[in-house]
């Protein structure tokens, strides 16, 4: 990614707007995807016994995941990085609190010391050829051992690509499957720990959601998560 990019400045006011429009087909706002995420995020990491004390959201926007964090990982710091100098403004005021900081790429220095770190629905916008410097960035933010999440819409899935056809920031990203990302992670010193896939039943079903942890090893749902750790 160019971390000087501050294209996304242009969606900064208006980016939860275009985000709520475009995934409104599937009848829930961006706060329930955000939620669901780092829940089962959390899970995920409760059952291997982890309890992250400093967490970095790579590409965090607006902050709209910061809440949920904070929520979900009680007693946490938290950093939010980004290329958008506006979109941080905003996560600052809206989610601003003494355990949490927002920063520009080149204002952070990645120093081996994040437990966990995330990115969601962030290494679309970044060319494949700048993917692995991208990965590299957060490689170097992590304690050995540290943990990464990389949430991406899974381009297998038609509603997918149907949703990022109506946000205008979407339209000309390029998708990312979850095979790509494996070797992807693998390629820059990760280990897989697990993918599951998730958002599987819009709103109007969301009487069979309790079947998406069952059917969440199957690519068959909206995004996924490539859980994996450094080397």
Known sequence: ???NDTGFDDYAADYDKALDRGI?????????????RVVWLA????Q??????????????????TPFFLSSFPGASFVGIDVSPK??????????????KFLLFDHYNPCAEID?????GVFHHIPPSERPSAVQYIRRALRP??????????PWNPGTRYVMSRIPFDREAIPLSYRQAHR????????????DFLFLFPRALRALRGLEPLLSKMPLASQYQVLCRKI
């Open 1 to 3: 990614m160019n971390h």
């Open 24 to 36: 409104s087909v599937s009848g829930e706002t961006k706060e329930y995807f955000a939620r669901c």
């Open 43 to 46: 899970q995920c990491l409760e």
């Open 48 to 65: 291997l016994r982890e309890k992250p004390t400093l967490i970095m959201d790579y590409g965090c926007g607006t902050g709209s995941s």
């Open 87 to 100: 979109s941080l403004d905003v996560a600052r005021q809206t989610t601003g609190r003494h355990s949490t």
């Open 116 to 120: 966990l770190a995330f990115s969601s």
């Open 145 to 154: 051992g540290g943990y990464f999440a990389l949430w991406e819409n899974n």
């Open 184 to 195: 992807l992670l693998r390629a820059e010193g990760f280990t897989i720990m697990s993918t």
